[in-house]
């Protein structure tokens, strides 16, 4: 949940995809979300000041690198907020290379395995993917479904699929 005392600036980003809106705090950024996704700035502050800062610059250069169909070099500042759990699957999905798919198992597999234990939950994971505030730079539209089809996105399943076309990945299921 967002600390009101935290000042929270905002922007849009036109992209080839849809408006875009870029929320960042003195940290990095906080959230990228398409207009009218679900969970659309569920978090933020009603206040909010609309101002470039550094990280919303960064992650702007970022979007423009990586519309263009190029994997960018660098991550903007960023700053999730979200349980020990969730952070935890953001990092797994941050690892994921350009233009490369996992599946909801293997991440629960991979943090299975870290924490010591026999399984965990894909469903979990899946929560913890659904719920991503920073979409696009933490590549969450790279997670697929065990048998190779595209699952939820709050973006919506068409820019998933845009999104992962535009990596050079073309999913037909």
């Given at each position: 949940?967002?600390?009101?005392?935290?000042?929270?600036?905002?922007?849009?980003?036109?992209?080839?995809?849809?408006?875009?809106?870029?929320?960042?705090?003195?940290?990095?950024?906080?959230?990228?979300?398409?207009?009218?996704?679900?969970?659309?700035?569920?978090?933020?502050?009603?206040?909010?000041?609309?101002?470039?800062?550094?990280?919303i610059a960064e992650a702007r250069r970022?979007?423009?690198?990586?519309?263009?169909?190029?994997?960018?070099?660098?991550?903007?500042?960023?700053?999730?907020?979200?349980?020990?759990?969730?952070?935890?699957?953001?990092?797994?999905?941050?690892?994921?290379?350009?233009?490369?798919?996992?599946?909801?198992?293997?991440?629960?597999?991979?943090?299975?395995?870290?924490?010591?234990?026999?399984?965990?939950?894909?469903?979990?994971?899946?929560?913890?993917?659904?719920?991503?505030?920073?979409?696009?730079?933490?590549?969450?539209?790279?997670?697929?479904?065990?048998?190779?089809?595209?699952?939820?996105?709050?973006?919506?399943?068409?820019i998933k699929r845009k999104l992962l076309?535009?990596?050079?990945?073309?999913?037909?299921?």
């Amino acid at each position: 949940m967002a600390n009101n005392t935290t000042a929270v600036f905002t922007r849009h980003y036109d992209s080839p995809m849809g408006r875009i809106l870029l929320a960042a705090d003195e940290i990095g950024l906080r959230g990228l979300w398409f207009d009218g996704q679900k969970y659309f700035a569920r978090d933020l502050p009603e206040k909010r000041i609309e101002q470039e800062t550094h990280a919303i610059a960064e992650a702007r250069r970022w979007l423009d690198v990586y519309f263009t169909g190029k994997e960018p070099d660098f991550l903007p500042p960023l700053h999730p907020t979200g349980s020990a759990f969730r952070q935890s699957v953001w990092e797994i999905l941050l690892k994921i290379p350009y233009g490369q798919t996992i599946t909801y198992g293997d991440i629960a597999r991979q943090l299975a395995a870290k924490r010591g234990l026999a399984n965990m939950s894909a469903q979990a994971v899946g929560g913890a993917v659904e719920h991503n505030e920073i979409s696009v730079i933490i590549p969450c539209h790279r997670v697929i479904g065990a048998n190779g089809t595209l699952t939820g996105y709050a973006g919506g399943l068409e820019i998933k699929r845009k999104l992962l076309a535009l990596e050079g990945i073309n999913i037909l299921k």
